[in-house]
């Protein structure tokens, strides 16, 4: 299985009623090269997501 590197940030503030993540992920692609993954949303659904 290729290498994945992910990193995940999180940001809650209760007092604003906020909850959302942020996730980035590197990952290779099928031809040699790598693909960025981008997804954010708020905490406990799928969110958006986008790929370079």
Do not use: K
């Amino acid at each position: 299985m290729p290498v994945r590197h992910a990193i995940l940030f999180l940001r809650q503030d209760p007092g604003r009623n906020m909850a959302r993540f942020y996730r980035v992920e590197l990952c290779p692609d099928l031809m040699g090269g790598v693909v960025l993954t981008r997804q954010w949303g708020s905490i406990g659904t799928r969110g958006n997501e986008r790929r370079t």
